[in-house]
């Protein structure tokens, strides 16, 4: 049973700071790998996607890593911003019927003014 | 281009009563989901489809229904809802060949049974 951990549960950090959010996952039978955001009381963003041939994604201030064969992924956000603050979601499509999602239980972060 | 149009926003229930969560998607993808998000156990899948005429079942599917008539829509029943369904529920859809494409979400359905 293919499970998604996050590392750290939460974090806070000082604006300006560049920080590192940690996805690991058991399987590697995945399609891709896709980070959300979340902010609170609201639905799911979705930030990067990294088909499971590709080793990174980047999008603006974000870098999405991706390592298939030893099961970890990692979320880069460069020089943060109070904007950022949010959860953090990285979930995994599973390689079977139905494409499944199986999501990590988040990171909490909040950058301080 | 709406996406994900998840109805209602907010819903609250007596015990044993019976509603229906709709869900729409407007980009002609195959795959739809349901999942339900709740405080320490993060999202959880429910059913799902990989096309009209087609549901499965997830992690977590008793007590509810879902029916797929149209590629459009995806409706979430419950049958006779409990407290335990207190959640917020959450519809996503993805096109075809994942591997490329990955999962647009709605905005959600905040559900209380009391």
Request: charged share 15%; proline share 4%.
């Amino acid at each position: 049973k293919q499970e998604v951990t996050q590392i750290p549960a939460a974090l806070s950090v000082p604006e300006g700071e560049n920080l590192v959010l940690n996805c690991s996952f058991t399987d590697s039978a995945i399609y891709n790998l896709q980070w959300f955001r979340q902010d609170p009381g609201k639905g799911l963003t979705s930030l990067l996607l990294i088909q499971s041939s590709q080793r990174e994604q980047t999008s603006g201030r974000l870098n999405a890593s991706l390592d298939k064969s030893s099961g970890r992924s990692t979320l880069y956000i460069a020089a943060s911003q109070p904007g950022d603050s949010a959860t953090y979601l990285c979930a995994v499509s599973l390689m079977e019927y139905g494409n499944k999602l199986v999501f990590g239980a988040g990171t909490i972060l909040r950058v301080k003014s | 281009n709406a996406g994900v149009t998840q109805t209602p926003k907010f819903q609250v229930l007596k015990t044993g009563q019976s509603m229906t969560l709709q869900c729409a998607q407007d980009m002609n993808h195959e795959y739809m989901s349901w999942y339900r998000q709740d405080p320490g156990m993060g999202l959880r899948l429910i059913h799902y489809s990989v096309g009209a005429g087609i549901t499965d079942q997830g992690e977590v599917p008793n007590g509810y229904n879902v029916s797929r008539s149209t590629t459009e829509d995806f409706p979430l029943r419950l049958l006779s809802a409990a407290p335990s369904q207190t959640s917020v529920y959450f519809c996503a859809s993805s096109p075809w060949q994942g591997q490329k494409y990955g999962y647009t979400f709605g905005s959600g359905t905040r559900l209380t049974v009391v």
